[in-house]
């Protein structure tokens, strides 16, 4: 018997290490424009109670609704109870959001959606304090709802030194179909599923994120696409309390970096791929 679990022992053990060194390298997925947080020329969008006023030309406004349809760098700010920014441009374009001072709450769907771009960056201004809450029930008449209080239908990434508190009441509290890339930032996320969801991939290299979710932390669940599905983790600080998962990947997960603390009702990581986990990264509470 004594033998027959040495073997068992051994066999689990000769997998992991396989299962590690097959796990996939996933280092160059930021581009040079993912960690680029600076700007110079940009249209200034002013939120405000009574309506928006824009300087610059790629928006319109209905009310206090921001319709972006150019590409091309974007500085938010002001606060409104009830306003909403669209961004809607070609699927070769690229817009940049500077979130610099914004406090937006959206009373009938999500303050930010991206419905349609080749990627969107959204840049926390240093020294900026943001927050973004949506509503509980999306009621406003759209084509295709959002599902995340910041959602985005392509690619979406999240950089720059500012603070960004974003309250999911609906559903995930940062989405996308595509990729969601957190380049840095201090970022507090309490949601009513999902904190950081990518449906392709979440890849994290540095930053502060608080993560209060009552589904998964962090949870990418694209499985029927090749190299997709995975959660990359390349450094920063990361607390997470969730009431599913802590992190749920449907393919591989990798990390390489930082520091993670866990309070999880599921799994602390889940995964139906390679796991491939630096010692010391992770502590579970």
């Known amino acids: 018997m004594k033998k027959l679990m040495s073997l068992l022992l051994s066999i689990v053990l000769a997998s992991m290490m396989l299962a590690s060194a097959m796990a996939a390298d996933y280092s160059d997925v930021f ?14 969008v002013t939120f405000s109670e009574n309506g928006v006023l824009v300087n610059g030309s790629g928006a319109a406004v209905d009310g206090t609704t921001v319709y972006i349809n150019a590409a091309g760098t974007y500085v938010l700010s002001g606060e409104c109870a009830n306003g909403r920014v669209q961004v809607e441009v070609d699927k070769n374009a690229k817009v940049h959001l500077v979130l610099n001072g914004l406090t937006l709450t959206c009373a009938d769907s999500a ?21 973004l809450t949506d509503a509980a029930a999306y009621t406003l008449a759209l084509d295709k709802q959002p599902n995340a209080c910041i959602y985005a239908k392509d690619d979406l990434c999240i950089n720059g030194n ?29 949601a009513a599923k999902n904190a950081l969801k990518g449906n392709d991939s979440v890849s994290i290299k540095d930053g502060t994120l608080v993560l209060n979710a009552a589904g998964d932390g962090i949870k990418a669940d694209t499985d029927n696409k090749a190299g997709k599905g995975y959660v990359y983790i390349a450094g920063g600080s990361i607390t997470i309390v969730s009431g599913d998962d802590g992190i749920q990947s449907a393919t591989d997960l990798s990390i390489t970096g930082g520091q993670i603390n866990v309070e999880a009702e599921g799994k602390t990581v889940n995964s139906k791929g390679t796991q491939s986990i630096a010692s010391g990264t992770i502590a579970v509470k």
């Open 31 to 44: 581009t040079k424009y993912d960690l680029d947080a600076s700007w110079t020329e940009a249209v200034t």
């Open 111 to 131: 303050p930010i959606y991206i419905v349609s771009a080749d990627k969107c960056k959204i840049t926390l201004a240093d020294g900026s304090v943001n927050t």
């Open 162 to 190: 500012g603070i960004l508190t974003v309250n999911g009441n609906m559903g995930n509290g940062i989405g996308t179909k595509n990729d969601l890339h957190i380049v840095s930032g201090n970022i507090t996320v309490v």
